[in-house]
């Protein structure tokens, strides 16, 4: 049985789902048979920017479109997997041939943006002098990634996130065809957690048609994706606001207690800052995004507490040069102070000689360190593996790394999520995220040699349970 997101992938441009502003064009294009030689779909994950780029490469050469057809004039590549110059060499030198089937030869590159600076500068020759029978069709999710030599010589659309409406409208759309029964509240909880994905929403709705033959409800839903009411999470912003520590501390512990993770409490809570801004609740914005392993219970806790409550350091303010720092209203708030202030305070300071302190440098001014040239980056490891597998991203954020001349080392948390990572299939979705770097999971229990402990958010993480998340068999947030 095929998931939903590749059941409803569309065939046609008319088909396409609330990117008009690109298919309208294209259509137009193809009507009038103006057809560029280059194409750059930017926009993000689960936009419908690579279903785009294959209904119109098969449109242009007159070809009937199936998600099984294989065409030899269509040739797909992975940016990611295909990132050197040699690969760019090769497809430089096949470019050349004509094409057997149709008028045009088409390569779709996915992911353009992951190549290498060398391989860049190869395609930009080809698309300076391309053949007459060449078409590039290009997507990427990191526009800002992909040179302005490249661009400049390509026709550029961008693809939107859907509203939640149109999101709606087309989940409740595939429902009625599959006969699944679903309460509107329950779709539009689907619909928000989906981000305006349409391959994540389908995805999502996929795994909770699952949940009853009966009608399937919004209380299912949330016990099933492990979300906090909207209200709980209304009534913690409250808490925070109010600047009551002991009922910021209950009513966290009672939304943990229920299973819900610390870091989809964070979610919702940033979701809802901005969907409901209050000035109260923006300075909280700052402090929500370090709410991560290890200890993501403590960090959330100390992220909403009073922070003249706590004795751990609050972070310090980097004023603008000239700028004089604002006098907190409570003397028992400590005065953050510029170097220019530091300085006409102790001047003024009697017996002060000018200019005998060593000068303090800025964190800024430290020797960054070095990194060679097409360097391992976990976080563009972690997007590769999810665009694969949800299932192994997911296991791989619960689980601690360190990076070293030999590879990359994965300190997993428990024996599951290391079964998980180590099964064949997995490791090769991971050995091709990495770009060919060695990847080792280690036994649980071990952890990187330079790992800091962070001794208050320990004694905190203590205070709140002391809770490790264990993934179920399979790995799957939907246990």
Same mark, same amino acid.
């Given at each position: 049985?095929?998931?939903?997101?590749?059941?409803?992938? %569309?065939?046609?441009?008319?088909?396409?789902?609330? $990117?008009?502003?690109?298919?309208?064009?294209?259509?137009?294009?193809?009507?009038?048979?103006?057809?560029?030689? *280059?194409?750059?779909?930017?926009?993000?994950?689960?936009?419908?920017?690579?279903? !785009?780029?294959?209904?119109?490469?098969?449109?242009?050469?007159?070809?009937?479109?199936?998600?099984?057809?294989?065409? #030899?004039?269509?040739?797909?590549?992975?940016?990611?997997?295909?990132?050197?110059?040699?690969?760019?060499?090769?497809?430089?030198?096949?470019?050349?041939?004509?094409?057997?089937?149709?008028?045009?030869?088409?390569?779709?590159?996915?992911? #353009?943006?992951?190549?290498?600076?060398?391989? @860049?500068?190869?395609?930009?020759?080809?698309?300076?002098?391309?053949?007459?029978?060449?078409?590039?069709?290009?997507?990427?999710?990191?526009?800002?990634? !992909?040179?302005?030599?490249?661009?400049?010589?390509?026709?550029?659309?961008? @693809?939107?996130?859907?509203?939640?409406?149109?999101?709606?409208?087309?989940?409740?759309?595939?429902?009625?065809?599959?006969?699944?029964?679903?309460?509107?509240?329950?779709?539009?909880?689907?619909?928000?957690?989906?981000?305006?994905?349409?391959?994540?929403?389908? +995805?999502?709705?996929?795994?909770?048609?699952?949940?009853?033959?009966?009608?399937?409800?919004? /209380?299912?839903?949330?016990?099933?994706?492990?979300?906090?009411?909207?209200?709980?999470? /209304?009534?913690?912003?409250?808490?925070?606001?109010?600047?009551?520590?002991?009922?910021?501390?209950?009513?966290?512990? /009672?939304?943990?207690?229920?299973?819900?993770? *610390?870091?989809?409490?964070?979610?919702?809570?940033?979701?809802?800052?901005?969907? =409901?801004?209050?000035?109260?609740? &923006?300075?909280?914005?700052?402090?929500?995004?370090?709410?991560?392993?290890?200890?993501?219970?403590?960090?959330?806790?100390?992220?909403?507490? %009073?922070?003249?409550?706590? =004795?751990?350091?609050?972070?310090?303010?980097? @004023?603008?040069?000239?700028?004089?720092?604002?006098?907190?209203?409570?003397?028992?708030?400590?005065?953050?102070?510029?170097? $220019?202030?530091?300085?006409?305070?102790?001047? $003024?300071? %009697?017996?002060?000689? *000018?200019?005998?302190? %060593?000068?303090?440098?800025?964190?800024?001014?430290?020797?960054?360190?070095? $990194?060679?040239?097409?360097?391992?980056?976990?976080?563009? @490891?972690?997007?590769? #593996?999810?665009?694969?597998?949800? #299932?192994?991203?997911?296991?791989?954020?619960? +689980?601690?790394?360190?990076?070293?001349?030999?590879?990359?080392?994965?300190?997993?948390?428990?024996?599951?999520?290391?079964?998980?990572?180590?099964?064949?299939? =997995?490791?090769?979705?991971?050995? *091709?995220?990495?770009?060919?770097?060695?990847?080792?999971?280690?036994?649980?229990?071990?952890?990187?040699?330079?790992?800091? !402990?962070?001794?208050?958010?320990?004694?905190?993480?203590?205070? &709140?349970?002391?809770?490790?998340?264990?993934?179920?068999?399979?790995?799957?947030?939907?246990?």
């Amino acid at each position: 049985m095929k998931a939903l997101y590749r059941k409803y992938r %569309p065939t046609k441009l008319s088909e396409v789902v609330g $990117q008009a502003q690109v298919t309208d064009v294209l259509e137009k294009s193809l009507t009038a048979d103006k057809i560029s030689h *280059a194409y750059l779909f930017i926009g993000p994950r689960g936009t419908g920017k690579t279903s !785009v780029a294959r209904i119109f490469a098969h449109a242009v050469n007159g070809f009937e479109y199936s998600l099984e057809d294989d065409y #030899v004039d269509i040739i797909e590549i992975d940016g990611a997997s295909n990132r050197g110059i040699d690969n760019i060499r090769e497809l430089r030198e096949k470019v050349m041939i004509a094409p057997s089937q149709g008028k045009y030869k088409i390569y779709i590159i996915d992911e #353009v943006h992951m190549l290498t600076k060398e391989a @860049f500068n190869a395609l930009l020759k080809t698309l300076e002098e391309p053949p007459a029978h060449v078409i590039f069709i290009m997507a990427t999710t990191d526009a800002y990634k !992909v040179p302005v030599t490249i661009t400049s010589r390509a026709q550029v659309y961008t @693809f939107h996130l859907a509203d939640n409406e149109t999101m709606l409208a087309h989940l409740r759309s595939v429902c009625e065809k599959e006969k699944i029964e679903i309460e509107d509240e329950a779709l539009r909880l689907i619909v928000k957690r989906g981000g305006g994905s349409y391959r994540d929403s389908l +995805s999502l709705l996929d795994q909770i048609s699952t949940l009853s033959a009966e009608k399937i409800t919004k /209380e299912m839903v949330i016990s099933a994706m492990g979300l906090p009411e909207d209200e709980k999470i /209304e009534e913690l912003l409250e808490k925070y606001a109010e600047g009551s520590a002991s009922k910021i501390t209950e009513k966290l512990k /009672e939304l943990l207690s229920t299973g819900i993770k *610390a870091e989809t409490i964070t979610e919702e809570m940033i979701d809802h800052i901005i969907t =409901n801004p209050r000035p109260e609740y &923006m300075p909280l914005l700052t402090k929500l995004t370090d709410v991560k392993e290890p200890f993501a219970e403590a960090r959330l806790l100390v992220a909403l507490y %009073p922070s003249q409550n706590t =004795n751990i350091e609050a972070p310090k303010v980097n @004023f603008a040069k000239n700028e004089r720092p604002i006098t907190p209203r409570a003397d028992t708030r400590p005065v953050v102070e510029t170097k $220019q202030s530091q300085t006409i305070r102790k001047s $003024q300071e %009697p017996g002060h000689v *000018a200019d005998m302190a %060593p000068e303090i440098k800025s964190s800024n001014n430290a020797e960054a360190p070095s $990194q060679a040239a097409g360097a391992f980056r976990w976080e563009d @490891f972690l997007n590769a #593996v999810r665009k694969e597998n949800e #299932v192994i991203y997911i296991q791989l954020t619960r +689980s601690e790394h360190e990076e070293n001349a030999s590879g990359v080392k994965i300190f997993p948390k428990t024996k599951i999520i290391k079964t998980i990572l180590e099964k064949p299939g =997995n490791m090769r979705v991971m050995m *091709a995220a990495s770009g060919g770097v060695k990847i080792t999971v280690m036994e649980p229990g071990e952890k990187p040699k330079n790992a800091k !402990v962070d001794e208050n958010l320990e004694k905190i993480s203590a205070i &709140m349970g002391g809770r490790v998340e264990v993934a179920d068999e399979d790995g799957s947030p939907f246990a």
